[in-house]
């Protein structure tokens, strides 16, 4: 299959921005247009809700959104299926007191959904270092209406845990510059990806699941966070179960403070999971999420989920 076969296989993933309307009030708009409720493949117009997104719609393919008033408003947001399952398995809190991180924020659709779960209640610490990208960014949460968001422009790995405004950060997401090898459709994903470096691709990927596993280290230095979501939209072990084993060896899960969520808390009706020759046990391969392009008809994805051991909290000791 080329790149544009496995493409055409892929729906046209629309997210119901819940910051400005309900998904019942979107469906109601999406029929009085004529759409039809059935299957994106089975009639021209035809679109359905997600099995296992909430909030998300499927629509055929060639269906043409960027001129659209919906999207121009920032109404439904273009995010395929995959790069929904980071806020939803996270599930931050939607309270006045909730305190989340998106360590890797920008173009920010990944923010966006984090702050219509929290129902624009608490505080979303949005992080970027690139510039351009940090603009982009701020687009992006003003479009989304987005009023719970500080995004700022640094990068995650010089902010210090110890920080007092982060004493209450229970929720982190990192989803971190990768490889993006799992990418097989266009819009949404172009804007993800930096551009590729010229180096050898094993020397490449090592550097990267370096910088990974530095940045998941760092997210559970925070004193009081409970859940880690690590995922990328690469394809390969080596971001990501190999990445997920280190973390689990490292001095920070050794002390007993942080496992994987086992797979009833991780998305369980989703189907393929991780590579178990790739983890230290068939369990682990279960708690991992992947996507394959072409035959999930998503890009390629991955997602895990650590969660604190309890009564680990370093404030509590
Ligand atoms: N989560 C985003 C979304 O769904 O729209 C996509 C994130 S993209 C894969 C990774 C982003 O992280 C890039 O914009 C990159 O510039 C940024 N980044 C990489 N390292 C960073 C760091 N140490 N601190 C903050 N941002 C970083």
Redesign the pocket.
Same mark, same amino acid.
């Given at each position: 299959q080329t790149g544009d076969e496995r493409a055409a296989k892929i729906p046209r993933y629309i997210r119901v921005n819940t910051t400005c309307w309900s998904m019942e009030e979107a469906i109601k708009e999406f029929i009085s247009r004529g759409h039809v409720l059935s299957g994106p493949f089975d009639h021209p117009k035809g679109f359905k809700k997600d099995d296992h997104i909430d909030n998300l719609l499927l629509f055929p393919p060639d269906s043409q959104w960027v001129e659209d008033e919906l999207y121009k408003s920032g109404k439904v947001i273009l995010?395929d299926k995959a790069?929904c399952f980071?806020a939803q398995i996270l599930s931050p809190p939607a309270s006045d007191n909730g305190v989340v991180i998106?360590?890797?924020?920008?173009?920010?659709?990944?923010?966006s959904?984090l702050s219509a779960l929290m129902q624009g209640k608490g505080k979303l610490y949005a992080?970027?270092?690139?510039r351009r990208?940090f603009s982009t960014?701020q687009m992006?949460l003003q479009k989304a209406r987005c009023k719970n968001v500080e995004p700022v422009n !640094?990068?995650?790995? !010089?902010t210090s845990p110890e920080d007092p405004k982060f004493s209450t950060v229970t929720h982190i997401?990192l989803?971190?510059?990768?490889s993006?090898s799992g990418i097989v459709n266009r819009l949404d994903h172009l804007?993800?990806?930096?551009t590729e470096s010229s180096e050898d691709q094993e020397s490449r990927l090592n550097k990267l699941s370096g910088?990974q596993l530095m940045?998941i280290k760092h997210a559970m230095k925070f004193p009081s966070v409970e859940r880690i979501v690590y995922s !990328?939209?690469s394809i390969h072990a080596v971001e990501n179960e190999y990445v997920v084993r280190a973390a689990l060896k490292s001095e920070e899960c050794t002390a007993g403070r942080f496992k994987l969520a086992p797979k009833a808390e991780v998305l369980p009706t989703w189907h393929r999971r991780g590579i178990a020759g790739e983890t230290e046990s068939p369990d682990e391969a279960e708690s991992l999420i992947r996507c394959s392009p072409g035959e999930d008809a998503t890009n390629g994805f991955f997602v895990s989920l650590f969660v604190r051991e309890s009564n680990t909290r370093m404030n509590k000791r």
């Open positions: 995010q790069s980071p998106d360590a890797t924020a920008a173009p920010g659709n990944k923010t959904h992080f970027e270092r690139d990208r960014l992006m !640094t990068d995650f790995l !010089t997401l989803d971190p510059s990768c993006g804007l993800e990806n930096e910088f940045m !990328t939209c």
